[in-house]
């Protein structure tokens, strides 16, 4: 588990993981369905009918909402991007991949293939709910197939981040070729949306007493901040383009062997060469990542009994990099809340150590360059 997210494993290659916050909407979802949706509408049935039905239809939830995103990832991998994975949270599925679209029209495949998805899965629920099975099933059937379709028609909503914005943005980058104008119209239009959204449901909370108007506001208020999130990263990204790990790495950063006791890793190295981080390396290969806060954090008694292996960040714990990675993929993987440094590693070797700050500095000097960069592969529903 990190940052609030369980590894469910991998499906067609893909990882998926789940945050914390959808298990809050799935038990919302299933006291939802329980307590109102299915007695209204199959009253017929006990209540240990309706608690089933509810578990059922929320799982089933779940999966379309996986099958979605794996619409979108998978397409993906069809079109040369590298999948980083998917994630289940508050609002839905997040795809995440690694590199820049490579066209408009590869752009507009991937995130209409979400979409797609959910309307077949639509119309095979409607298909279900109307074949004349029992009612339990019926009613599960007829939830699905009308909460799936409705997700299709929100999502094309031509604002971005949305799949409709997406889509949106291809069709402008194609037509003028400028990807960083089409991103700012799709996300001009993500803000009216989300105003729009917050305006709406603040309204129906006062004047008609409604919970889904607090929950719409909530939606706007997300998609307006998914809005701007996006608008400044297609800016960071422009800044950032054309520049890879090479060009900013410190190349030899002074290494710690992992055997060395604290107290030898004080004496014979922070002496001498203060830094706030260390490689650890074992054998001429690196191992993880020692600050120099845990060291100081240790009680001094203990310097000459803990070995340097034991402070350190492990390796699996730390942002892994390669000479060629470009830099805004670099700054994504170093805004993890474990590290904020990483490792440049060829063939298993040390090639050099990469921070934030190298990062931050490089931005600071190139923002006011203009360049159309790429935008954030990052689709959700």
Do not use: C
């Not at 006791?261 to 001498?272: H, K, N």
């Not at 020692?290 to 100081?296: K, R």
């Amino acid at each position: 588990m990190l940052s609030g997210n369980i590894s469910l494993g991998r499906i067609g290659g893909v990882e998926v993981r789940v945050n914390w916050s959808w298990l809050i909407v799935l038990a919302l979802i299933v006291w939802t369905l329980a307590d109102g949706v299915f007695p209204s509408q199959n009253p017929r049935l006990s209540g240990n009918t309706h608690l089933a039905m509810a578990v059922v239809a929320a799982l089933l939830f779940f999966a379309s909402i996986l099958l979605h995103e794996l619409g979108h990832a998978w397409e993906a991998r069809r079109e040369g991007l590298e999948v980083d994975g998917i994630t289940l949270w508050l609002f839905g599925g997040v795809s995440q991949f690694k590199g820049g679209f490579p066209s408009a029209g590869a752009e507009f495949r991937i995130a209409i293939a979400g979409p797609l998805v959910s309307l077949v899965l639509g119309v095979v629920f409607v298909l279900i709910a109307i074949a004349g099975l029992p009612s339990a099933v019926d009613g599960v059937a007829a939830w699905l197939g009308y909460i799936n379709l409705a997700l299709l028609v929100f999502n094309l909503i031509p604002a971005l981040p949305l799949d409709g914005g997406r889509v949106l943005r291809a069709a402008l980058w194609q037509s003028k070729g400028d990807l960083g104008w089409a991103t700012r119209v799709g996300t001009d239009i993500g803000r009216v949306f989300g105003y729009l959204f917050i305006g709406l449901g603040v309204a129906m909370f006062i004047f008609q007493g409604s919970f889904s108007g607090a929950w719409l506001a909530f939606i706007g208020w997300f998609l307006l901040q998914a809005a701007t999130a996006e608008a400044r990263y297609i800016a960071t990204e422009a800044a950032l383009h054309g520049l890879r790990v090479r060009d900013l790495m410190v190349r030899d950063p002074v290494t710690v062997d992992g055997d060395l006791t604290v107290g030898q890793f004080m004496d014979e190295v922070a002496r001498s060469r203060r830094f706030t981080t260390y490689p650890v390396v074992d054998g001429g290969r690196p191992i993880g990542l020692l600050a120099f806060g845990s060291v100081a954090a240790l009680p001094r008694s203990e310097w000459d009994s803990r070995r340097v292996r034991e402070a350190m960040l492990p390796l699996e714990r730390v942002p892994l990099l390669t000479e060629d990675e470009t830099a805004i993929d670099a700054l994504t993987a170093l805004s993890s809340p474990t590290s904020n440094r990483g490792l440049v590693v060829e063939d298993g070797h040390l090639a050099g150590l990469l921070s934030i700050t190298d990062l931050t500095r490089a931005l600071e000097l190139r923002r006011s360059r203009p360049s159309t960069g790429e935008s954030r592969p990052k689709l959700g529903v």
